[in-house]
């Protein structure tokens, strides 16, 4: 029962922390989250919709034309069936159903239609094309705040290198070994490292606020933290690759996935449409129509028929239209020539950014390789500096000196590592990927 008791209890506690606990978010889940919740996500998404129906609308020209019409009047004549000019009136009730279904019009109906459908397929792969940014975008910001993360641990061990080198000089001058000027290096060495941890600690909130943006939390007391594990400063460049592919196949890989090439591509096949539609323009419309009209009245019966139906085959052809229907065929050719040079021109342009990107990676990825051997030799030679202080070799100028190289290159190397994985996303992003 005791034991019931203490399991209960711990249960408990388990539950009420986690309660309090903050809650822990992948970058997979932060991605989910802003494919969610954002905005302007939601905006293209419903573009994509509206789009759709566009099309229904223009597909329903192939279905039949149903109207109906009722009425009830009152009407007055005079001279019927009769010598006398006397006026009559009388009630009609009037029904009519009509009926026209299009049975040919030179393609103006499908070209349309196909013109609505690659419409839409242009605001899809614009809805693609912001889900691939969004993802960039969610990357960065996750990476951010890591590095932000990572900086204060370091502008901690500065804060806790100048306190331990202030009790030294302070311990120092009491012995007669220094003067005092080193207490007051020290001092002046401290108050700059913690005003340092200070800007660190407010970059990191920046940093966070940058990521509910991006991420579309909205809630002002919205508690969370990012996933991280503890680095091993020492062996970074170890989890470092090379990029999968090659700057030949990434361009190659651009030009077949990246939504907004092929965004540009459906753009020429919707102008090819128009072009379609507005020869059309040039032909009649054949079309079945068909009419049932049902009368009732007492005094005009002899004149006004009960019933009364008629169907034929109509052509509808308009011969011209002051030269309109020529002029949007050669507004349309142009527009063609247009999206060909801006598919033309865009990829020009993404052959330069996948470029730059793909550069930018392996800059990156030697980067941080150096970095790695910098904070290694620096760290060596703060040790050296300390021990040269200690025995008296040197002046606290080279220590402090040494020591502020050492955090910097510290610094340096987590800038450079986390830089990497933001060239990474970006060269994903610029691929298509």
């Known amino acids: 029962m005791k034991n019931k008791n203490l399991l209960q209890l711990f249960l408990l506690f388990c539950i009420s922390f986690s309660l309090k606990a903050d809650e822990i978010y992948t970058v997979d889940e932060l991605i989910f989250l ?9 905006i293209s998404g419903l573009n994509y919709e509206a789009s759709q129906q566009e ?18 009047a009152k009407a007055g004549a005079s001279n ?19 009926l026209k279904q ?96 200070k800007n660190a600690q407010y970059n990191l909130k920046q940093a966070y606020s940058i990521l509910d943006q991006v991420v579309g939390f909205t809630d002002v007391d919205k508690l969370y933290t990012v996933y991280s ?10 989890f470092v690759k090379d990029y999968p592919l090659t700057l030949k196949n990434c361009i190659r890989y651009a030009y077949e996935n990246k939504p907004e090439i092929k965004e540009y591509q459906t753009n020429i096949k919707s102008v090819e449409s128009l072009i ?28 006004t028929p ?22 949007r065929v050669q507004k349309s050719k142009i527009n063609r020539e247009i999206s060909t040079f801006a598919l033309r021109d865009l990829k ?24 790695q051997g910098l904070m290694e030799a620096s760290s060596q030679k703060f040790d050296q500096a300390a021990k040269r202080y200690e025995h008296g070799l040197s002046d606290y100028i080279e220590l402090q000196q040494a020591r502020q190289d050492y955090i910097d290159a510290k610094a340096s190397l987590i800038i450079d590592y986390y830089n990497y994985y933001i060239a990474i996303a970006n060269l994903d992003n610029a691929i298509g990927k």
């Open 34 to 42: 802003a494919l969610k919740n954002s905005p302007d996500l939601k």
């Open 55 to 72: 099309y229904n609308i223009a597909t329903a020209n192939y279905l039949p034309k149903v109207n109906l019409q009722a009425s009830a």
């Open 80 to 98: 019927i069936l009769s010598t006398n000019n006397d006026m009559v009136d009388d009630t009609i009730l009037r029904g009519n159903v009509s």
């Open 102 to 197: 299009l049975i040919y019009d030179f393609g103006k109906t499908g070209s349309n239609s196909d013109y609505t459908q690659y419409e839409s397929q242009s605001y899809l792969l614009k809805q693609i094309q912001k889900i691939s940014n969004k993802k960039r975008a969610v990357k960065e910001a996750y990476y951010n705040v890591l590095k932000a993360k990572s900086l204060i641990s370091v502008q901690i061990e500065n804060v806790k290198l100048n306190q331990a080198q202030l009790y030294r000089s302070k311990q120092y001058f009491k012995a007669g070994i220094r003067t005092k000027i080193d207490i007051s290096d020290a001092k002046v060495a401290l108050i700059k490292s913690q005003i340092d941890l």
């Open 229 to 238: 594990t503890n680095l091993n400063l020492n062996r970074l460049n170890d």
């Open 276 to 303: 379609k539609v507005s020869s059309s323009e040039y032909y009649p419309e054949l079309y079945l129509g068909a009419d049932y009209t049902k009368q009732s009245s007492d005094k005009f019966q002899l004149l």
């Open 306 to 327: 009960k019933d009364q139906w008629q169907v034929g085959v109509n052509l509808n052809w308009n011969l011209y239209q002051g030269g309109a229907s020529k002029s």
């Open 348 to 371: 020009l342009k993404v052959k330069q950014n996948v470029t730059s990107e793909f550069l930018n990676v392996y800059r990156k990825k030697d980067t941080l390789g150096l970095s």
